[in-house]
């Protein structure tokens, strides 16, 4: 019989609408610390590992002397719009649908796991979830491959059996890449389908929902 496939599944800004409460969350923390950035510079960081978030921002001087900081603080501010967050259309029946396919499935998230936990809750998918990854499982975050890996490692799966990654962001198609894997995008995001499409993405969906719909033609079949 043939393998089943891994289907390895972003969560924040793919399965849950929350990609910007985090700008938000970003750019209230950073102002507060002193350090002002345009949200639209904040809002395409997202998706990115909030490690090198601070980085892309300004710099080995800005992450050295506020980096820590302001990841904390960051977190803090997630907390307090966290209520504001809710699924992407057609998340959880997407979520049900490659299941009903027979293929494993692994939501894969580089967040805080408080904020992973709360993601996977308002879906209800505790139960679906084959395993869960959060920022702790591994020590480079997207665009690097770590997170891919480790959600195979997770099945106790070679890094050669078959996967897919469904994201939202430039960052998880790169990282896909990285990690040997097709990647599908939803546009929840905000990045162009030029862009996706230039990262990597196989195909791309407006919601959780359409690609669902879609499975018959896609690596999920």
């Known amino acids: 019989m043939t393998e089943?496939?891994?289907?390895?599944?972003?969560?924040?800004?793919t399965l849950v609408d929350s990609n910007y409460q985090h700008a938000l969350a970003w750019y209230r923390a950073l102002r507060a610390m002193g350090e002002t950035f345009p949200i639209w510079r904040l809002h395409r960081l997202i998706g990115m590992g909030g490690d090198q978030?601070?980085?892309?921002?300004?710099?080995?001087?800005?992450?050295?002397?506020?980096?820590?900081e302001a990841r904390k603080r960051q977190g803090e501010e997630v907390d307090a719009l966290i209520g504001e967050v809710s699924p992407l259309p057609g998340a959880r029946?997407?979520?049900?649908?490659?299941?009903?396919r027979g293929h494993r499935l692994v939501l894969a998230s580089s967040g805080q796991p408080r904020h992973v936990d709360i993601a996977v809750d308002l879906l209800d998918a505790r139960e679906i979830a084959d395993a869960i990854t959060s920022s702790?499982?591994?020590?480079?975050?997207?665009?690097a491959p770590d997170l891919l890996?480790?959600?195979?490692?997770?099945?106790?799966?070679?890094?050669?059996?078959?996967?897919?990654?469904?994201?939202?962001?430039?960052?998880?198609?790169e990282a896909a890449k990285n990690a040997g894997m097709p990647a599908i995008a939803v546009r929840s995001g905000g990045f162009g389908d030029d862009e996706l499409r230039d990262a990597g993405a196989i195909s791309i969906y407006d919601t959780p929902g359409d690609l669902r719909a879609a499975l018959d033609d896609s690596p999920l079949a």
């Open 53 to 68: 978030v601070i980085k892309s921002l300004g710099g080995d001087e800005l992450e050295e002397r506020i980096g820590e």
């Open 93 to 100: 029946d997407l979520l049900l649908a490659i299941k009903e």
């Open 149 to 173: 890996q480790v959600a195979r490692q997770k099945l106790g799966a070679s890094a050669d059996t078959h996967s897919v990654m469904i994201g939202d962001s430039v960052w998880d198609i």
């Open 136 to 143: 702790e499982d591994a020590e480079a975050t997207k665009p």
């Open 4 to 13: 089943p496939t891994i289907a390895v599944l972003d969560l924040d800004g």
